[in-house]
């Protein structure tokens, strides 16, 4: 799943669109898949030709000489551990206080942030594959999870269901307002090239296996996120999603409302998706720092 860690922006990520963009946020989902195309496609392209541990900086080093090379990679060095600290370590720590506020403050926050970090470094440790296979196994059952809780959540909706929530009816700031909120429902989809780009050095045709890797993970985010925000609206009440954004982990409270088993798998899975990001952040990081021993811009071309 690379780092689409697709229930935590669910639970984290999602209130942010819907703040802006109330009642049209599944439209602003869906623009921001649009949006974000346009961005991955520099990686997707490249991926083709340049199989490198550097991902963006293998790509900057091998079209453009080892300066921008080197700059990519600072770069990249300074703004993965920020990634690391406010996504996937304080975004776990708030989202173990959103389920019980009882748990808030650094005397919770920072344990959490520790034994995440552990576990991290553990399965980056044991190598490649089990730190694959524990992201691709829990992404598919989050995924399933995601999927199953929407259906029910549609299927409770009954006659509040309407195609309506992939229009401006619901958003009074109209266009502008819509624009503003896909800031937050682009982010949603960042991340694929760093870790996936990662990888390429250790996978076999990384050429053609690297850039599958990208559009099929994309397409699962997009699929799943367009049809849980869509649940997530009208479920709440399209009229209504100002307050979405303001209560606390609105998604858990409509999972609840159709299946307490729906509602306790969801918790388990959302810890396990900020643990997917950072195994999936970590073994990208350790590549990349392991390329900055070296000069950045010596990068073996990867062609078919």
Avoid: C
């Avoid at 199953?148 to 009954?158: D, E, L």
């Avoid at 999603?241 to 303001?246: G, L, R, V, Y």
Wanted: charged content about 5%; overall charge positive; cysteine-free.
């Amino acid at each position: 799943m690379g780092e689409l860690s697709i229930a935590a922006d669910a639970a984290y990520l999602l209130t942010g669109v819907a703040l802006l963009a109330l009642g049209a946020t599944p439209l602003s989902i869906l623009l921001g898949a649009v949006f974000y195309l346009f961005l991955m496609n520099t990686g997707y392209q490249f991926s083709k030709y340049v199989g490198s541990a550097g991902g963006y900086y293998g790509f900057a080093g091998t079209s453009l000489g080892g300066k921008a090379a080197t700059f990519q990679a600072w770069n990249m060095a300074f703004y993965i551990p920020l990634g690391l600290g406010s996504f996937g370590f304080l975004g776990l720590a708030s989202f173990v206080t959103l389920i019980n506020p009882a748990y808030s403050g650094p005397q919770y926050w920072v344990p959490i942030a520790v034994v995440a970090a552990a576990i991290a470094f553990v399965f980056a440790y044991i190598g490649l594959k089990p730190s694959t296979d524990y992201q691709i196994i829990g992404g598919l059952i989050e995924v399933g999870i995601l999927i199953v809780g929407s259906a029910a959540i549609i299927a409770a909706s009954g006659p509040s269901n309407t195609l309506q929530v992939f229009t401006l009816k619901y958003l009074p700031g109209g266009v502008s307002q819509l624009f503003y909120s896909m800031i937050y429902s682009v982010v949603l989809y960042f991340g694929t090239v760093l870790t996936v780009t990662s990888l390429a050095e250790e996978t076999k045709q990384p050429e053609k296996s690297a850039p599958k890797a990208l559009a099929s993970a994309v397409a699962v985010a997009v699929t799943t996120l367009v049809i849980v925000s869509y649940a997530l609206t009208v479920g709440w009440g399209p009229a209504n999603m100002s307050s979405f954004a303001s209560s606390p982990d609105p998604g858990l409270i409509l999972f609840h409302k159709v299946s307490y088993v729906l509602y306790a798998l969801l918790i388990i899975f959302t810890v396990n998706s900020f643990m997917g990001y950072n195994v999936a952040v970590t073994n990208a990081a350790a590549r990349k720092l392991l390329r900055l021993r070296q000069r950045p811009g010596a990068f073996p071309a990867v062609v078919s």
